[in-house]
């Protein structure tokens, strides 16, 4: 039986008088890629920010490797083993990419074990060790998005949660960072997805959910939630 690593139970947000998330509940196995797709606004996004500590739930609850984190602040949920790709990147503009990397280690001590991180991200992405002492800001979008998924990878993180990774990106590029996401299942990592590309998203994906208005209205195995009509029609275009 496959080991639960992020449980979330019955979680409520509001902003102000409006509530974003309405008592939703999913997991994400160990070893899994698991897909939240949905339209704008549908509380994607509202959902990672909750679980890696950005925002306060109103109720509910979330626990990561069965420890509860529902109230644990982002800073220390990172320490936990998880890593959080936000939507639009975040990088540090003014500094290297090399320094933008090593904040992802920031609460590491192991310097050996850093370096050796270092090396399996210049070898994930050997552009950025083309570009390590290049300013990040002057890096193409596509180079950006590797960048913070490779100073992701520096915090040793057994969960990847990533949000909207190919957004703003040329199709060519796209279909890269799909290639990568499916190399961190290789290597052992677990992958919560955020994704406007359902398609994609879903072609890689273990398990999906359908996140609409704050509820979660399907669930299931990707491959079968992606030939379902509802599915099709709503996300895939078809």
């Known amino acids: 039986m496959s080991e639960t690593l992020l449980r979330v139970e019955d979680l409520s ?20 890629i698991v897909s939240l797709i949905g339209a704008n606004g549908a509380g994607k996004t ?6 890696t500590g950005l925002i306060r739930a109103k109720s509910g609850h979330v626990f990561y490797k069965d420890a509860e984190i529902t109230r644990v602040p982002a800073h220390k949920i990172v320490t936990m083993g998880m890593s959080h790709v936000p939507e639009g990147r975040r990088i540090f503009q003014n500094l290297s990419v090399y320094e933008n990397l090593l904040l992802g280690a920031y609460s590491r001590k192991d310097k050996k074990e850093i370096e050796g991180n270092l090396e399996m991200v210049f070898r994930q992405f050997p552009r950025l060790e083309e570009r390590r002492r290049q300013l990040a800001g002057t890096l193409s979008g596509g180079e950006q998005q590797m960048l913070a998924m490779g100073r992701a990878l520096l915090a040793s993180p057994e969960l990847i949660v990533l949000d909207e990774p190919s957004m703003g990106l040329s199709p060519l590029l796209v279909g890269e960072v ?4 499916k190399s961190f299942r290789a290597a052992g990592k677990t992958v919560l997805l955020v994704e406007q590309n359902a398609k994609m ?14 509820l979660i209205t399907m669930s299931g195995d990707a491959k079968a939630l992606a030939e379902d009509d ?7 275009g078809a």
Do not use: W
Not at 18 to 28: D, Y
Not at 46 to 51: E, G, K, P, Y
Not at 178 to 181: K, P, S
Not at 230 to 236: H, P, Q
């Open 201 to 214: 998203a879903m072609a890689i994906s273990d398990r999906a959910y359908v996140l609409e208005n704050g």
């Open 178 to 181: 799909f290639e990568i996401i």
């Open 46 to 51: 509202t959902t990672l920010h909750t679980i």
């Open 13 to 32: 947000v509001y902003y102000g008088v409006i509530q974003a998330l309405k008592g939703i509940s999913f997991s994400v196995n160990r070893g899994e």
């Open 230 to 236: 509802r599915v099709r029609k709503a996300y895939l």
